[in-house]
Each structure stands twice: as C-alpha cells, then as structure tokens.
C-alpha cells in the first residue's frame, strides 16, 4: 500500500544552523500536511500544500510540494531552540472506500543553544 | 475554546483487563481517529469515523474497537490489552474526511502501559 517515507530519522543542528526534512510518497499524493509535535506534547497542524510545486513560507519555515505531488520539504532558516521537536508530514490515502490520513516516520530536531 | 480531549492521560494496566479511553470533541467535526505513536513507527492509524456510525479500520487495527454514537465522542476499547499494545495514544480529529483539506485536531495523548 502506499507509504510515506521521511528522512533524516534524527537531525542533530547548532542555533542559527538551518534544517531541511524530506517527505516521500510511493503514489502521487492529493495534499500534503505537516505538523510539528514538541518533546512530550501532541502533534500541532501546522500547513497544508495542495497544489504542484508549490511552496508556502511561515516566517522562517519553508514549505515545498513537488512538481509530481510525490515529495515534499520543510526548511527551517537559521534554527532556533523553540524549533526543536518531531516534524512530520502526512498525505491522504483513499483506497477502496477507504479514507486514511497516513504518517510519515516523522523527523526528530535538537539544536545545541 | 476548541479542543479535543482524552482520557486518562496515563493507565497502567494488567494483560487481559478491559479498558477504554475517551476521546471528545466540541468542533462538531465529522471525521475522527485513533492513533498510536512508537519509537521509530511515527503515527499509526487505528480506527477512523467519518462520521456517526461510521467506522472503519485504519492500518494497526487488531486488538482495538472503536463507536461513535454521538459525532463529539470516539472512544477506544482494548477489550483484552496486551504488553505490545504499550503505547502513546493520540486521538484526533477534522472537519472533514478526504481529500483531508482540513487539518487534524490531536488531543494531548494517553500513555498506556499494559504490564
């Protein structure tokens, strides 16, 4: 079935250093989510991408959804200690009737202040 | 304001024993689901409900069920919980279904350990 692969598992950055993540689907996805989950909290929405090689830009993160609707990134410029946290990207899978949102294995960011 | 609540926030449990968590929303969002967190898994879909007495399996179903009755409640049911069922549990919910143009709502998890 479709899966949707995230890399790198870790990511290990100095403050001020910036931060990519990279989200991969085995089909051509509808959209594409992403949400950011703080050690010990619950995954917040934080945007959405619908359209083919489209990027969105929320102050210093940079979102991207490929040309093909089949990957996608978040940058973060110039990393701060209010970044760190699990980053994950989610795509819709519609099959058979079904209506699933599926995960990515998520990216883990520390940053040493 | 908006939310979605689950409870407990923590349950250790014994092998066998039935338990539910709850999980409400006051949104009045359609669609509703169930997931479990483990270390290098990232979420995994248990249950959704795309709406009132809609439900359907998500990819880690076995050993859970699932109601809704009421379209703010969507509990979990472990009806005979086993240790592999240890876990971070997170419901969540949204407007809408597919094509999912609305973001999820997480409720702030259930740590469940069955010994």
């Known amino acids: 079935g479709q899966q949707v692969m995230q890399i790198p598992q870790y990511q290990h950055v100095q403050e001020g250093e910036d931060f990519t993540t990279y989200c991969n689907s085995s089909?051509?996805?509808?959209?594409i989510q992403w949400y950011k989950q703080r050690p010990g909290g619950h995954p917040v929405f934080l945007i959405q991408l619908v359209k083919s090689g489209e990027v969105k830009k929320q102050k210093r993160l940079t979102f991207q959804f490929g040309e093909a609707k089949k990957n996608s990134s978040l940058h973060i410029t110039a990393t701060q200690t209010t970044d760190v946290g699990t980053y994950f990207c989610a795509g819709p899978r519609v099959s058979e009737g079904a209506q699933k949102l599926v995960f990515g294995q998520g990216t883990r960011l520390t940053i040493n202040p | 304001e908006a939310q979605v609540t689950q409870n407990p926030r923590y349950l250790i449990t014994v092998t066998g024993k039935k338990l539910t968590v709850t999980c409400s929303q006051n949104?009045?969002?359609?669609?509703m689901s169930w997931y479990r967190q483990d270390p290098g898994l990232g979420l995994r879909q248990i249950y959704y409900?795309?709406?009132?007495?809609?439900?359907d399996k998500g990819d880690v179903p076995e050993g859970y069920k699932v109601s809704r009755k009421e379209k703010r409640n969507f509990p979990l049911i472990l009806e005979s919980p086993s240790p592999n069922q240890t876990s971070l549990y997170f419901c969540?919910?949204?407007?809408?279904?597919?094509?999912?143009?609305?973001?999820?709502?997480f409720g702030s998890g259930t740590r469940l350990t069955v010994v």
């Open positions: 089909t051509t996805l509808s959209n």
């Open positions: 409900s795309m709406n009132v007495e809609v439900t």
């Open positions: 949104m009045n969002h359609e669609y």
């Open positions: 969540a919910s949204s407007l809408q279904g597919v094509p999912f143009n609305y973001g999820y709502t």
